[in-house]
């Protein structure tokens, strides 16, 4: 593992332990050269996940885009850092399993709005009116409205 701090490519574990949940390891390293101590976090990965944008260019699936925007939406919402990592661990787990390599951005953006709908509704609202690209408040308006329907 490369130092992030020197480039250094000399790195030692120091201690490793299995995260909240088990779904991934943390490892506590130090660089030989710069004596530095960072974390590196090991994760399982069942296959090699493409995200096809609309426009039809494929980019690689990022976790870390994913948690941030979950973060974002989530951002001052009495919802715990750990209940978080759940969901972006679950949402991972269910674009793993679903056997396809090739996942369109439309399927993972209406994913990741059925999780926040049962998870807090402002986050829920928060990330459509940026998936759906709201540009005025009559956008609101509209969605809001279909949120209080039933159907």
Known sequence: MRCPFCGNEDTQVKDSRPSEDGSAIRRRRFCT???????????????????????????????????RSIRVALRKRPVQEERMERIVNGLVRQLEASGESDIPSQQIGEMVMETLK????????????????????KDFEAFLGKLGDPA
């Open 118 to 137: 049962e998870v807090d509704a402002v986050a829920y609202v928060r990330f459509a009116s940026v998936y759906r690209n709201f540009r005025e408040a």
């Open 33 to 67: 050269g710069c004596t530095q101590r960072f974390t590196t976090v090991e994760r399982v990965q069942l296959r090699e996940l493409v995200v096809v944008k609309q426009d039809g260019r494929r980019v690689p699936f990022d976790r870390d885009k994913l948690a």
